[in-house]
């Protein structure tokens, strides 16, 4: 059974342009979560999502970004008009149900020049 | 805003030795999870406690639970260089499981 799968692992971008991380969640798994690690820092919540619904979006950032996780394929964290300070390391993780554990994947790590 | 204050923050010990590494909150929790995490990966989940007081053991690690749900300890024996990482705990609240609060994470190195 494969685990929670994360692409891009590396994205590098310059500022203004767009960066989308994928995750597909680990088999049987429909609810994702995304989490930003700055450096130096600790992991931070940013969305919660089930199939087609997002359900707690209080951590993510007002503007430029935007997370869905459609009926069929992965869920897609998207940034729009990229800045230096969105460089970070982006985990994806996937529990059964709502109250059940988060098994994360490996993340992508976004750097914006 | 819940808290997760994890200590010591950075923590190298000789091959063989015990430690104990400390999770602590103002806040209560309805279950807490420590996770291990390699350089360039994302956290692997080493073990969830959910009852007050509770003790779980993975071998050479002992997890224990606060009573009033608001720390936890790790304690490892007989570490060994494979045991050298980042240990995060992480709280889930009372009204679910799907907001994790991170703590700030103890990076331990073991001295072979």
């Known amino acids: 059974n494969a685990g929670v799968m994360q692409n891009p692992r590396h994205l590098v971008r310059r500022r203004g342009q767009e960066a989308r991380l994928r995750c597909s969640p680990m088999k049987g798994h429909s609810h994702v979560y995304w989490y930003r690690q700055l450096p130096e820092e600790g992991l931070k919540f940013m969305v919660y999502?089930?199939?087609?619904?997002?359900?707690?979006e209080s951590g993510m950032p007002k503007e430029r970004f935007s997370a869905e996780f459609p009926k069929e394929g992965p869920s897609i964290l998207r940034i729009q008009q990229v800045v230096r300070g969105d460089s970070a390391a982006y985990f994806c993780a996937s529990s059964e149900d709502y109250n059940n554990e988060q098994f994360f994947g490996p993340g992508t790590r976004l750097t914006v020049l | 805003t819940q808290l997760l204050e994890q200590s010591p923050q950075f923590l190298s010990i000789q091959e063989g030795e015990n430690l104990t590494v400390y999770c602590n909150s103002s806040s209560v929790f309805s279950s807490l999870q420590w996770y291990r995490q390699e350089p360039g990966e994302g956290p692997v989940l080493l073990v969830t406690v959910v009852t007050g007081g509770e003790v779980k053991k993975l071998k050479r690690l002992t997890f224990q639970f606060g009573d009033a749900r608001k720390d936890s300890s790790l304690h490892i024996t007989a570490a060994q260089p494979g045991d050298t990482g980042l240990y995060l705990c992480a709280g889930a609240s009372n009204f679910g499981n799907e907001k994790l609060t991170f703590g700030t994470g103890t990076r331990l190195t073991i001295i072979p």
């Open positions: 999502l089930q199939k087609e619904n997002i359900i707690d």
